[in-house]
């Protein structure tokens, strides 16, 4: 049960190859031709065998054969057959590489596969590499040179054009994965997969198109947690969606949307195949996420000053050597060198300048990543140079990056640098870009840490008032709330609100204005208007009773006349907000397909498509994820003093998103929104306008379903915590585990006993390696889960005072099987306090949680030689049996 599901497909130790007969035009089609090819020119070191379902005897012959993998590269209408006779053979991978099968046919070739138990990646795709294993089950050219880089792609042609790339610029690869269009194996099984693949270090991907946000969200960030991905996505669409209802559903794309999901991941995304290009090369030389600050070291002033620009263009920072460096450095350069901003070498830079100005930032705390810049010079080797920083390579851990400028000079220099695995560029700006696609994994392993709950820690929300709310608007068979029916929901999750009151003829609206207080501002109330001012439906600063009685009719009649076949419900009277130097902010909602809830941040006010500003991130939010949403708006710069205005409650704008962000988890039925505009000063903010569109909330898959299944991203499962007693006395806490146990885990596993450890791991590991500790404390909630049981102890420090610190006693975990009915468990409970009950609550919780889930059964694999762990199992009803792969196991199996 350790090996993943996909390894016969990946990593298969025997093959059989249904590709026709050899030099047959009738029965071989042109990839079964180079599929041959590639596999016979390869030395696989598994076993391999060819088989003609025409000339290979019975189907009885047939099935006495055994595979893991059959590729099959038949014409159409031989695939089915060909799938059939793979499944009587045992195989559990198949990989079509035929081309030309509609959707139909590839939907019964999936049927067939679901009935074989057959993992099915094809059909019409060019196939996989896997240069490790010396296998190349590919249409796609010549083996790949082995390296750490996994490509997986969704365009056959672009896999063939990276790879004939990648030959001539020393880039190698761990997997290469080519995936049709109607794959039955997708790309989220194909990331899970190498997020677990030991030989894959980082991973690219072009991408076309997902079927489930769900499940491409879940495999992304558990590769990206673990490895650095970059992805090339096509078919960008623009913003702008005529049905839209409100202005966030006008001016937000799914391109945007995708950013922001690509973001929210920990992934990087670039947007040209150059870009992809670059990424690679960086990937490839195995450089980790860093901060933000690049110094540059060159030779001459103009490529370095560009460099330098376009570092301020894409926002990074010039990383700029210490004093102290700087004073030991500057001896050993030629006197004209200047190290001022850049490191400028000057015209007389020699090998040796290169390499102690390199040697010197690659100490220097205040830079996090290198690029070299060399400017050809007469009389100068640039191999020479390039040898240097070959050799400085070894020593340093930054990034180290490198620009070769001109052409013929230079092209024995940059095969150097390729070949130590120096990413080499021909123009500062390509540079310095790819620079910032590493610094972005900073950034967006931030937010990828970050797990909130759907209620944040603020006061609770009315939620079952604003779902009545909902539910009448649904019984009259409306969509669209007005506006005091939308800032009832906002009052109900505590958002502030003007005091608003509908008025419904002209004399209503003069007493309310008048008991309301001058000046106020009128606004029609319609279902049917998306933009009140389009319509002249909007008034302000109305100073007295007859100001309002005739605004209130000008306006019905213009709008009447403007929009004949409009609901009028009447006028809404609210008072001027008072804030005469505040912001105005708009926050909305958008729901995109595939994402689902998406929230917008941006400048508002009635120009709101013209400005365009637009921030977006994926619910749920906390504080530092509204933070980051709020800063990445062009608006945030003038949220802080500015014009003579004092800097806005930062904290009330915050508070706004998180209640935003519940609202979004909390209901499910809510379709689009508008709060816009917020207006916001030093004393805090407060909801002007707003509008809602609502739907029926999506129907479940199950009738136990996730009452969060709305959202891409599923947030903290925090109604699975429970306190318990502890026997002996004192309590503990059993709850789903987050990336901040990170330490405490780690302290658990290493106060094991070499016995607890080998038991659970079946290795003599002491303490676990950084991503397998990221892959346990960052977890997908749909598909699996984890409890930690937490102690909190007293220890004395000084002047008899005591300080409260939390430790992991125990964690029981499980994950689901691909079969999606079922899952494995693990459980490991500190040696000192085994006997305590600890180990029978945290697995009848994590069994509670996957009943929930819907699974139908639990199941784990036991070291026949731990009868502690035996005995426990049977004790809670397990059926304990032996393990026919292994007899040095037992399989533990429950009905949920």
């Given at each position: 049960m350790d090996k993943h599901y996909l390894t016969p497909l990946f990593s298969?130790?025997?093959?059989?190859?249904?590709?026709?007969?050899?030099?047959?035009?009738v029965t071989q089609t042109t990839h079964a031709r180079a599929l041959q090819q590639a596999l016979r020119t390869q030395r696989f070191s598994g076993t391999l065998t060819f088989v003609d379902i025409h000339t290979s005897g019975t189907l009885a012959d047939l099935a006495q054969t055994r595979a893991d993998l059959a590729i099959i590269a038949l014409a159409p209408g031989e695939v089915a057959a060909a799938l059939e006779v793979a499944g009587r053979m045992a195989c559990r991978a198949a990989l079509v590489i035929?081309?030309?099968?509609?959707?139909?046919?590839?939907?019964?070739?999936?049927?067939?596969?679901?009935?074989?138990?057959v993992h099915l990646l094809g059909p019409n795709c060019l196939g996989l590499q896997r240069p490790h294993l010396q296998l190349n089950a590919s249409a796609a050219g010549p083996l790949a040179r082995p390296g750490s880089l996994a490509l997986v792609s969704q365009s056959g042609a672009l896999t063939s054009?990276?790879?004939?790339?990648?030959?001539?610029?020393?880039?190698?690869?761990?997997?290469?994965?080519?995936?049709?269009?109607?794959?039955?194996?997708d790309i989220a099984q194909v990331l899970d997969f190498l997020a677990n693949d030991a030989q894959t270090h980082s991973i690219v991907v072009y991408l076309e198109g997902i079927s489930s946000a769900r499940r491409f969200m879940s495999a992304l960030r558990s590769a990206a947690n673990v490895k650095p991905v970059v992805v090339l996505k096509a078919g960008r669409k623009p913003a702008g969606n005529e049905a839209a209802q409100t202005h966030s559903g006008a001016i937000v794309g799914s391109d945007d949307v995708f950013d922001a999901a690509l973001r929210r991941a920990g992934a990087v995304r670039v947007r040209s195949f150059v870009e992809l290009f670059s990424a690679a090369k960086c990937l490839a030389s195995r450089y980790r996420p860093v901060g933000k600050r690049?110094?540059?070291?060159?030779?001459?002033?103009?490529p370095g000053v560009l460099a330098a620009d376009w570092v301020n263009e894409i926002h990074l920072h010039l990383g700029?050597?210490?004093?102290?460096?700087?004073?030991?450095l500057k001896p050993l350069l030629p006197p004209l060198a200047s190290l001022t901003d850049l490191i400028d070498l000057s015209e007389e830079a020699t090998p040796a300048h290169y390499l102690a100005a390199i040697e010197s930032a690659g100490r220097d705390r205040q830079i996090d990543g290198v690029l070299a810049i060399y400017s050809p010079k007469a009389g100068a080797d640039a191999s020479e140079v390039a040898r240097a920083l070959a050799e400085v390579k070894r020593t340093t851990g930054k990034p180290l990056l490198s620009c070769w400028m001109g052409d013929a000079s230079v092209g024995i220099a940059r095969s150097i640098l390729n070949e130590a695995a120096i990413p080499s560029f021909r123009t500062p700006e390509a540079a310095v870009g790819a620079f910032g696609n590493i610094a972005s994994f900073y950034q967006n392993q931030q937010l990828l840490l970050q797990t909130p709950p759907p209620l944040s820690a603020l006061a609770k929300p009315d939620i079952e008032g604003a779902r009545l709310v909902i539910e009448s608007v649904l019984a009259e068979r409306r969509k669209v709330l007005t506006e005091m029916e939308s800032k009832t929901l906002l009052a109900a999750f505590h958002i502030p609100v003007t005091k608003t009151i509908l008025a419904r003829n002209a004399n209503e609206a003069m007493m309310i204005a008048t008991q309301l207080g001058f000046p106020v501002a009128l606004k029609i109330d319609s279902p049917d208007i998306s933009h009140k001012s389009d319509v002249h439906g909007v008034a302000l600063n109305i100073m007295n009773a007859t100001g309002v009685r005739d605004t209130y009719n000008d306006m019905v009649q213009t709008v009447v006349r403007l929009q004949p076949a409009a609901r009028i419900n009447g006028v809404t009277i609210q008072n001027m907000a008072g804030a005469r130097r505040g912001r105005e902010i708009y926050v909305g909602l958008v729901t995109d397909d595939p994402f689902g809830p998406v929230i917008a941040f941006g400048a508002g006010g009635t120009m709101i498509e013209l400005i365009n500003d637009r921030a977006m991130e994926l619910p749920p939010l906390n504080q530092f994820l509204a933070r980051r949403l709020i800063e990445r708006s062009r608006v945030s710069e003038t949220l802080g003093d500015w014009r003579g205005s004092a800097?806005?409650?930062?904290?009330?704008?915050?508070?706004?998103?998180?209640r935003v962000s519940e609202m979004v988890c909390e209901l499910p039925q809510l379709r689009e929104m508008d709060i816009n505009p917020i207006i916001v000063d030093e004393f805090g903010a407060v909801a002007v306008d707003a509008r809602i569109v609502i739907d029926h909330a999506p129907q479940a898959a199950s009738g136990r379903a996730n009452p969060y299944n709305h959202l891409a991203i599923l947030p903290y499962p925090a109604r699975f915590e429970q306190i318990w007693p502890l026997a002996g006395g004192g309590e503990y806490t059993v709850r789903p585990i987050h990336p901040d146990d990170a330490s405490m885990l780690q302290d658990l596993m290493q106060h094991l006993s070499s016995e607890s450890r080998y038991f659970r791991f079946v290795s003599s590991i002491t303490e676990l390696p950084p991503s397998m500790l990221a892959k346990f404390t960052l977890i997908d909630y749909d598909r699996e889960m984890a409890l930690v049981a937490v102690l909190k102890e007293r220890s004395a420090v000084a002047d008899g005072q005591f300080t409260e610190t939390e430790?992991?006693?125990?964690?029981?975990?499980?994950?689901?099987?691909?079969?999606?009915?079922?899952?494995?468990?693990?459980?490991?409970?500190a040696d000192d306090f085994s006997g305590k009950g600890l180990g029978s609550r945290l697995m009848l919780s994590i069994m509670d949680v996957a009943r929930e889930k819907g699974l139908a059964e639990i199941d784990g694999l036991v070291l026949a030689t731990n009868p502690g762990m035996l005995k426990l199992m049977k004790s809670l009803g397990f059926t304990v049996k032996p393990f026919p792969e292994d007899p040095d196991f037992k399989l533990v199996t429950h009905a949920l």
């Open positions: 298969p130790d025997s093959i059989v190859v249904f590709a026709g007969q050899v030099d047959d035009p035929s081309s030309g099968i509609d959707a139909e046919k590839a939907a019964e070739l999936k049927r067939i596969a679901n009935r074989e138990g054009s990276i790879l004939d790339w990648a030959s001539n610029n020393a880039v190698g690869f761990s997997s290469v994965v080519s995936l049709g269009p109607n794959t039955s194996v690049l110094a540059i070291v060159t030779n001459g002033g103009g700029k050597l210490s004093a102290p460096s700087v004073s030991a800097a806005v409650n930062m904290d009330a704008l915050e508070q706004v998103l998180l430790r992991i006693v125990g964690v029981s975990r499980y994950i689901t099987n691909p079969d999606q009915s079922s899952c494995e468990f693990a459980l490991v409970v």
